[in-house]
């Protein structure tokens, strides 16, 4: 879709779930799993949807319509056998088809990070979501010296993706119309709702 990425999973996908990264990403799904609001019905966008692991479990919880989109076609391939019945697509987090206020709640997880137009996002997520839908931001989290080690090293190689607090997230999306309802953390993965104001 020519957007700029750091780094690239199409040929990790088939083998993703199983993988290092999907061990290591299982962390941030339980924490998505267990605080995303949802009932029968919903309308839920899987915002960097990967192989379609979040859609699944969510749709397990309640009678949800998924959708997700993903700049990596393989990662959609797996997203579409896992999540049959729901519609996913190639496009980026900052320009998509949806309507206006078409979603109930949006997730991101283990995407915030990677996105490289952070204002662009934002500012799609605040067209997309209903007057107080709900917006999940799971992404790592890492002690200050860490953070900015990788923060700065990210820098350093030209890399887009960049680690950030909760604080620092709430501030990113507050000039958008969002308030902050509230953070959790679990060892390295913390999440952040928001609610479109």
Do not use: W
Not at 12 to 18: G, N, P, R, V
Not at 45 to 58: A, F, K, P, S, W
Not at 148 to 172: Q, S
């Amino acid at each position: 879709m020519g957007e700029k990425r750091d780094f690239k999973f199409d040929k990790k996908a088939e083998k993703y779930d199983d993988g290092y990264e999907g061990r290591f990403s299982e962390k941030f799904y339980e924490l998505v799993i267990e605080n995303v609001s949802l009932s029968d019905g919903m309308n839920i966008l899987d915002m960097g949807c990967g192989t379609g692991t979040i859609l699944y479990r969510l749709s397990q919880k309640c009678s949800i319509n998924g959708y997700g989109i993903d700049v990596e076609e393989k990662m959609l391939e797996q997203a579409r056998k896992k999540c049959p019945d729901m519609q996913t697509m190639n496009c980026s987090c900052d320009s998509t088809p949806f309507d206006d206020g078409s979603f109930d709640g949006i997730v991101a997880c283990m995407a915030y990070h990677h996105f490289p137009d952070k204002d662009g996002f934002s500012k799609e997520c605040a067209r997309l979501l209903k007057k107080g839908g709900r917006l999940y931001i799971a992404d790592p989290k890492l002690p200050l010296p860490l953070r900015k080690a990788v923060n700065t090293a990210l820098e350093i190689h030209k890399v887009h993706g960049r680690i950030y607090t909760a604080d620092e997230v709430t501030a990113n999306f507050s000039e958008y119309g969002f308030r902050k309802v509230y953070d959790k953390s679990d060892a390295y993965a913390q999440i952040i709702c928001l609610e479109r104001i």
